[in-house]
T-cell receptor, first 111, second 114 residues
Framework: RKEVEQDPGPFNVPEGATVAFNCTYS??????FFWYRQDCRKEPKLLMS???SGNEDGRFTAQLNRASQYISLLIRDSKLSDSATYLC????????????FGSGTRLSIRP | GAVVSQHPSWVICKSGTSVKIECRSL??????MFWYRQFPKQSLMLMAT?????????EQGVEKDKFLINHASLTLSTLTVTSAHPEDSSFYIC??????????FGPGTRLLVL
């Protein structure tokens, strides 16, 4: 079983739609959680950290469920520029230590 | 956000040659840097963790004698792919951890071994 699992997609949704991704992790000792965004042929960029209480940044909402060991990302009012691959990332300790990437979920927003 | 650079951004070389990739943190000191490899349509796979002034820690299955890592200063880590072969062709990305422990990624280096 992979340490971090994501639905690879692709998710193809119209502009303005709401889309949600889930990610599960296997190591219950994991302590840090992130969503990264990666555009085609580019490096991943931090989208947001994920906290136990859940957090929101504009149109993006991230949630963590430790009991079920899953993380979610919700994108509201999706824009064409949201098209990218979204990577779920889990770290055992702080982010200065090893982090594990999920395989990514591809999102394509159509006009 | 913090800036991490990589050089070169792409390289094409003949099989058997060695290729050195540099990773620099431009506006912060990074005691820890990480090297990843990403094959097409796959996620990033951690190759090794590089700590300034000490030997790198390699992930299982990564040959330390083939992928030489040197973290000579708090702003520079290098990855040398020795005797590169076509199967080493990949996208190599480094990241550097800031004091706030956020990882910032370099733009990546595309390696094509002919």
């Amino acid at each position: 079983r992979k340490e971090v699992e994501q639905d690879p997609g692709p998710f193809n949704v119209p502009e303005g739609a709401t889309v949600a991704f889930n990610c599960t992790y296997s190591n219950s000792a994991s302590q840090s959680f992130f969503w990264y965004r990666q555009d085609c042929r580019k490096e991943p960029k931090l989208l947001m950290s994920v906290y136990s209480s859940g957090n929101e940044d504009g149109r993006f909402t991230a949630q963590l469920n430790r009991a079920s060991q899953y993380i979610s990302l919700l994108i509201r009012d999706s824009k064409l520029s949201d098209s990218a691959t979204y990577l779920c990332v889990v770290g055992q300790y702080s982010s200065a230590s090893k982090i594990i990437f999920g395989s990514g979920t591809r999102l394509s927003i159509r006009p | 956000g913090a800036v991490v650079s990589q050089h070169p951004s792409w390289v094409i070389c003949k099989s058997g040659t060695s290729v050195k990739i540099e990773c620099r943190s431009l506006d912060f000191q990074a005691t820890t840097m990480f090297w990843y490899r990403q094959f097409p349509k796959q996620s990033l796979m951690l190759m090794a963790t590089s700590n300034e002034g000490s030997k790198a820690t390699y992930e299982q299955g990564v040959e330390k004698d083939k992928f030489l890592i040197n973290h000579a200063s708090l702003t520079l880590s290098t990855l040398t792919v020795t005797s590169a072969h076509p199967e080493d062709s990949s996208f190599y990305i480094c990241s550097a951890a800031s004091e706030e422990e956020t990882q910032y990624f370099g733009p990546g280096t595309r390696l094509l071994v002919l």
